[in-house]
């Protein structure tokens, strides 16, 4: 995915196309690709340690289980279940901190794939510019808003020209092709959420040996939704920077897609 300087300097800033008031020109998205990937490969290792330290605290949960008719815990017992906590709360602050860490580069590509779609396709993006970055955080919003934006990259990037027409109504896809990569990657991301909150707030909750180990199960099964998502995002990622890359050194674009 090496992108030439050349490819790149021909699509300089464009007097006159402006994009909710900015100026939009095209910038290699390679660099911040590589990285997003890279870190989503954190989260995934992240996930698999989680998963990992799930396996012990149910173990251990085993072990309180079949000794609730003896006497007493032995102080062996009682040592593993304090090993297995901190194991499992350390888990937690890794999978917190490559989830923030990927977070923040992955909006700075997305802001950036996103600039060069419009340069791409100025008439085609059904959001602004704006929601590139902000729909994310707003509750709600955040369910159906970035896959739409990524929906509009995307088309905005193919080999195909899909610009709309001005008289057309935005977002028509009368002439899109269907998003099996971006759908998988969504569903799999917004179940990976919802399983996640639910899981979290039972594990919290949880008080006797046998609620903390169906806890643990529950978001073990949110661990391997957020793999499934990880793995897909870093397809949707590398697949979408290729499309850009290919289209930002075929050459010059028509000039009917720059707004005047």
């Not at 888990?91 to 060069?116: E, I, K």
Request: hydrophobic share 50%; charged share 15%.
């Amino acid at each position: 995915m090496c992108v030439t300087a050349a490819a790149y300097a021909q699509s300089a800033p464009r007097p006159g196309y402006v994009s909710d008031g900015r100026p939009a020109h095209l910038r290699s998205p390679v660099g911040l690709a590589w990285a997003t990937v890279a870190l989503l490969g954190v989260v995934i290792a992240a996930d698999l340690y989680s998963l990992w330290a799930g396996t012990v605290v149910q173990d251990v949960m085993d072990d309180l289980l079949s000794s609730r008719y003896t006497v007493g815990y032995g102080s062996d017992l009682v040592r593993e279940a304090e090993r297995a906590d901190t194991l499992y709360a350390v888990s937690g602050w890794l999978q917190t901190a490559a989830l923030v860490a990927t977070c923040v580069v992955f909006l700075c590509w997305f802001h950036r794939v996103r600039v060069n779609a419009e340069v791409f396709e100025p008439h085609i993006h059904s959001k602004t510019r704006g929601w590139t970055v902000g729909s994310w955080f707003v509750p709600v919003v955040n369910l159906w808003f970035p896959r739409r934006i990524a929906l509009d990259i995307w088309d905005a990037s193919g080999e195909r020209s899909v610009a709309l027409d001005r008289t057309m109504t935005l977002g028509d896809s009368a002439a899109r092709a269907t998003h099996p990569l971006i759908n998988g990657w969504w569903t799999l991301w917004v179940a990976s959420l919802v399983v996640g909150r639910w899981a979290t707030t039972a594990y919290w909750g949880a008080e006797e040996a046998g609620e903390v180990d169906a806890a643990v199960s529950r978001l073990m099964l949110a661990d391997v939704l957020d793999i499934a998502a990880a793995v897909m995002a870093i397809l949707f990622v590398r697949r979408l920077t290729r499309m850009q890359d290919a289209k930002a050194r075929s050459g010059p674009l028509p000039s009917g897609h720059v707004s005047v």
